[in-house]
């Protein structure tokens, strides 16, 4: 079958439009669509959660936000694991929160039947994040926008918008108006319902009465033939595993999930004999309290311009870190390098010191405070969970830090706001600090229990 | 007669391409155009500086890059006032920097006949200033591309461009393909020949051999209809004057040329009795050394969001600064506030303080260091000579300091990062320092003689 793509944003400084560019892509071994609303009545649909009401109107299904009612869905009646969507939205009467449930579920043992599990997020607020995917009432954001920021642009309030999901095995896709939005790999929940959600609005009376429309919804459950891959960022939040698009775009596991291969103790040339552990694919430092103690592991190799990813689960009160840049100096006065810091802001006594919050969990240690208020977002810290960093060095010396899914800290090494900053620190007093062309990434044992998995590093150019 | 303008860039973040845009201008009463060039000879035209030749082929002019030979110019035989000028210029071979002359003049009085005066920049460069204006062999920049960034992408290497220039009045403007690039007022030279200029490609063998053309070479000189005012910054180069451009984008003077009004000592409420004084146009502070001084003065009015631009003179080894954000405290303790630092670098024992360059001119004063080596851009401070800065504080709290047009500060008012800053200052223990809401602006007295002009404010919203 022939499936033909439409819409396509250009952007000019002075003028704005919105040009049909045909997107032609052939499957030519593509299943059958179903439709899942026959145009005239929600046969097949069931109401859950809030009470904002549901009808269908011109052959579309319309939900209307009302106040003081948790979020409310309409469900599809059978669960689907595999699959393809579609369908067009447009909201009328100005924004508000909506999204599309899929692989959901409302169960009796969860949360009161509370409706949860993955979420194609439809956000006209200014952030514009529709076609991020969150994991409503359970994790939280998965893909926010920030990681593919090229998307914000995509959505249209008070137009129709064509919206695609893929759910395929454990590689979840979306798409708004033929271009790529988000791709997570989770493997959390195989089947659910779909499932149109009209946002609470709480007591915000100016958002009462706001219209959400769906038409064309339709779906292919058998010989699903996936898009080709895009370059947008990977999501993959399946422990120490790299899909076929993280291997694409230069991504390479540093470490193997089982062994101490690629990595040593600092000052060391192989592997510590205590205090590291590996089990259940996770890379353990030594309990708060436990010794001997391992000491700081370092990679083999050395990097100059390079993208670095990390899982970390901190226990309460727990202090560790990534280095990078790393010096090795005599044993006595430990490993030196440019900090991603990793700490129980609310329970360890490091974060109340340096300045301003600059030892607070994903700022660079003793330099720059992490910049963003993460509560307000949805991806707080969580102390116990797992937790998701990055460190992006460009070739052109820029550096960003970013947390759970966020751009928390931006700074050029080298420049000169880095060298004042360098210059009123811990580290005024050592020559160059932060300036090596290449050198090793640190896994810091601070004397605290940290866990780490899905270490992933691409060398950038 | 009617005119029609071509050639508007579309860019999306996938896409780019060139989109013919016909803009209809319709100017009913403009003089005559005069062709400039026959299209078979250089009738008219006379070589000056340096050696690069200069040829007619296929309708147009060719000049052609040689080594080790001087900036070579192929001027007009005519000198003229006011005028609009029209051409279009194509490179071949690869970028080499070029430029076309006007109001410009060989004197043998004036470096023994070196061409010089306004030239409109063409530069392929990546910084792609094309457009912008040069003063060639005498003040250097006068509207680098940094001023007007949405020009950058109108001059296309390896095409036909088009390029206009009205020179009326004291007012000078620039277009590339339809679209304003530069607006200048000076008085300093009315009257000139037009040159094409062939750059000095010195001993990069790589570069010779590259060539410009320029045809459709058209000027008028009556009956001048200037284009309708754009929406593009200007940039004044006459003292204390505010021209019809800035006065519609919101600006007004803060300073009046001639009197106290509209400031006051600091703590007083009328202005100083010594110290400052006026004439000639400008506000100085009282010699180095003299005394009784006249202390620091603030506006009477105080800002909030705001754009302030400044003309600034520094004598040798002089330090003085803008303060914003204003906070009156005891005459022992001095005014606080947030400062864009005026100092003569050389020369100053204070530029060798503070952290990493954090007290050099440009810099916001303890905290931030000027981010940019402005040496190699035309751009450098220059003591005894006038200079220019402009601070803007946008509604949203981010701020910028400009030098010679060139942005080399910024910061986010009560950012994490500048609160961790100002934790590790001189004033580490001023609660609040830099956070007021609104403050008057301050022109230090810092005990050297220094001079002002051309102040002026607009706000921000």
Redesign the interface.
């Known amino acids: 079958m022939i499936l033909i793509r439409l819409a396509?944003?250009?952007?000019?400084?002075?003028?704005r439009f919105c040009l049909a560019t045909p997107l032609l892509i052939v499957s030519l071994h593509a299943g059958p669509w179903e439709s899942l609303f026959d145009g005239k009545t929600l046969d097949g649909w069931k109401a859950l959660g809030g009470q904002a009401p549901y009808a269908v109107e011109d052959g579309s299904i319309v939900g209307t936000t009302v106040a003081d009612t948790p979020n409310a869905f309409l469900a599809t009646q059978r669960t689907y694991g595999d699959f393809i969507f579609e369908c067009e939205v447009l909201q009328e009467g100005g924004p508000t929160n909506s999204g599309i449930q899929f692989r959901s579920q409302s169960l009796p043992t969860y949360q009161n039947g509370r409706v949860h599990g993955y979420q194609f997020e439809i956000d006209p607020s200014p952030r514009a994040w529709t076609g991020g995917i969150y994991d409503e009432a359970r994790r939280g954001w998965l893909y926010p926008g920030t990681l593919n920021p090229?998307a914000a642009?995509l959505y249209q309030l008070g137009r129709w918008n064509h919206i695609r999901i893929e759910a395929i095995g454990s590689s979840l896709r979306t798409w708004v108006n033929g271009r790529p939005v988000s791709h997570v790999i989770d493997g959390l929940t195989r089947e659910g319902f779909i499932a149109l959600q009209v946002h609470s609005v709480g007591k915000q009376l100016e958002q009462v009465g706001r219209r959400i429309r769906w038409r064309n919804l339709r779906i292919q459950t058998s010989e699903l033939v996936p898009s080709p891959l895009d370059a947008i960022p990977v999501r993959n939040l399946q422990p120490n595993d790299l899909s076929a698009a993280e291997r694409a775009a230069g991504w390479r596991m540093l470490w193997d999930g089982a062994t101490g291969a690629r990595w040593r103790g600092v000052n060391q040339t192989g592997f510590p004999a205590q205090g590291w552990t590996f089990a259940n694919g996770e890379l353990r430092c030594a309990p708060t309290g436990a010794k001997p103690r391992g000491g700081d592991l370092v990679t083999q190799e050395s990097f100059g311009a390079f993208e670095f990813q990390f899982d970390f689960r901190l226990t309460a009160g727990a202090n560790s870190g990534i280095k990078y840049f790393v010096t090795e100096r005599p044993p006595t006065e430990g490993a030196l390098g440019l900090e991603f810091q990793l700490l129980d802001d609310e329970r360890h006594a490091d974060a109340a010191k340096?300045?301003?919050?600059?030892r607070l969990l994903g700022s660079l240690y003793d330099l720059?405070?992490?910049?963003v208020a993460l509560n307000g977002l949805g991806i707080a810290p969580r102390i116990g969970e797992w937790q998701h960093g990055r460190i992006v060095v460009h070739p052109d010396h820029r550096v960003e830090h970013w947390l759970n899914g966020i751009n928390v800290v931006e700074y050029t090494r080298g420049?000169?706001?880095?060298?004042?900053?360098?210059?009123?620190?811990k580290f005024e007093k050592n020559e160059g600090f932060g300036l090596a062309e290449k050198g090793p990434i640190l896994l810091q044992d601070h004397g605290d229990e940290v866990h780490f998995r899905s270490l992933k590093i691409r060398p950038l150019r």
């Open positions: 396509a944003s250009f952007r000019s400084r002075t003028v090229a642009d340096g300045a301003g919050g600059n720059i405070p992490r910049a420049s000169p706001l880095f060298k004042s900053l360098v210059a009123r620190s």
